[in-house]
């Protein structure tokens, strides 16, 4: 299982990608798997197949991802809108929902209740069906986990790897100030993510969950480039240290050859007007040496820059 | 969402199975949902389809299901063979998982690795793919959740619903004494559910998670039948109570039609001399007033019985 290490070594010295990816090393990966660990979402099919199977699964955490006294409706909308953004970012369509819940024995059903209501208004307006829902006791914090399905078309699907140097770097909304309420309440981009992929087919597409700062450096290395970036679209009331760290902002970043962009923008207005979308900079060849100063991490679980 | 209750009601008030009902009435179910929650594993497909889709969702939680002190290895092979489990007792073979962990931020990487090389053991003996693996910081106990996708042949379909009166009740190997260790080291019923379905495809099927008195109960109410139980095989150095109760033994409860029982003992023998196979009783017409008394109950999450 990897390089020996310091058996005290902890998670928070180590960070989060690193210790992915050093679990995830040599374990078994099966047939038909076109995409593993590491995307958003993973791929399943064969590589003729018309349609691709997406398989995703994600937590929240009371204390971690929400207070003890949100609403439990939000809660439960933001548990299934997270996989909704992670199928949206691959450029495919949601499916079929697993709910895991555990919580202390003694939690109000009540709260069960507006959790559950949460996540079924959620399920309505992406074409979730939810098809099962386990619960179990928490010693601790109330723990949810949502494991979701969806489908993408062949010839939609967008990767993580595929941007090109060269491409434009584009972003949906603005970035930063999640914690004053848009974590709980946001709209994954399923209809713009699903437009790019039937009239643009970015190269590279992923949501942004953990700020820019981290995300932007995943897509970049998953795509063997680096980037420059001209600026960023930031909340109103932020500043630009939160547009690039705060994290839980969902929208998308993708990129796009460059040729493309003009015509994206045109078409962007016409089919989203109340939505932004910012051309935030370029990816380039990455040359060692010349790639820029890594900018502020964003949000790391194990590191919590926060 | 349900018939309203007292706002101050809690989950030990109401008990694991009423809660999940209350919880998931009501919620969408979505197209090609062929079995939603209530069974071991949601079944999505069209009904004329050769082959149907399995998804499983389970999580295994430190202090309710594992001691802190247990060796990691063992924790990770539980955590995915329970859902592997469950599977097998729809006559299914698993196929991808995608591995949640959240742990606090002090946890040693050397007991990741041990969970992940025990996952990693798990996935390889029964042909799973580790296909995605999200980590996340706990404000407490350390909590695993598998999603599991898995493939059944339509003909071969095993629900928890389809006993009939008049069926012979059977258990693979024996119950009761889970905690002394096999909580931690059982071995998944993938072989012999897969050749019973192929077979004998009995009329119903789960697999023992919650004790013999909870989980008998589920599938003769599925199925719409009583029951009557004539004895139970029970783990040696167990008393009766326990078998009934301890939960997690992780066998085969199913039923089958009473003449093709012989043969099915017959050929049992040939198939799996090594494991037991015990005709537990009957199922029956279920009749207002001639039900048994409620044998003694399992493990409830939230009532802890145990």
Not at 191 to 197: P, T
Not at 273 to 294: E, M
């Amino acid at each position: 299982m990897g390089a020996k290490l310091p058996a005290l070594l902890t998670l928070a010295d180590l960070g989060e990608d690193a210790l992915v990816a050093r679990l995830l090393r040599g374990q078994p990966a099966g047939a038909d798997v076109l995409t593993g660990p590491g995307d958003d979402c993973a791929v399943i099919g064969r590589p003729r197949d018309r349609r691709w199977q997406l398989l995703k699964t994600d937590c929240v955490i009371e204390h971690v991802h929400f207070a003890p006294d949100a609403d439990p409706r939000r809660v439960g909308w933001k548990a299934l809108c997270r996989a909704i953004s992670d199928i949206a970012a691959m450029g495919g369509e949601p499916r079929h929902a697993l709910i895991t819940v555990a919580v202390p024995r003694t939690q109000p059903v009540a709260w069960l209740d507006g959790l559950y209501a949460g996540i079924a208004k959620a399920a309505r307006k992406f074409g979730v069906g939810i098809v099962g829902g386990e619960t179990a006791r928490s010693p601790g914090a109330v723990f949810i986990n949502v494991a979701l399905t969806g489908e993408v078309e062949r010839t939609r699907c967008v990767r993580r790897s595929g941007g090109r140097a060269g491409d434009a770097l584009y972003v949906t909304g603005r970035l930063g100030g999640s914690l004053a309420g848009k974590h709980l309440d946001f709209t994954p981009r399923l209809a713009e993510a699903r437009w790019l992929a039937a009239h643009f087919l970015p190269h590279a597409m992923m949501d942004l969950s953990d700020g820019l700062a981290a995300d932007l450096q995943r897509l970049a290395c998953a795509s063997g480039c680096g980037y420059s970036i001209k600026s960023v679209p930031v909340t109103r009331g932020c500043k630009s240290a939160q547009a690039w760290n705060d994290g839980e902002d969902y929208e998308l970043l993708f990129s796009i050859a460059e040729r493309a962009s003009l015509l994206l923008e045109r078409e962007w207005q016409k089919a989203f007007p109340r939505l932004r979308l910012s051309r935030i900079g370029t990816l380039n060849q990455l040359t060692f040496g010349t790639q820029p100063a890594c900018p502020p991490r964003g949000y790391d679980h194990f590191r919590q820059t926060l």
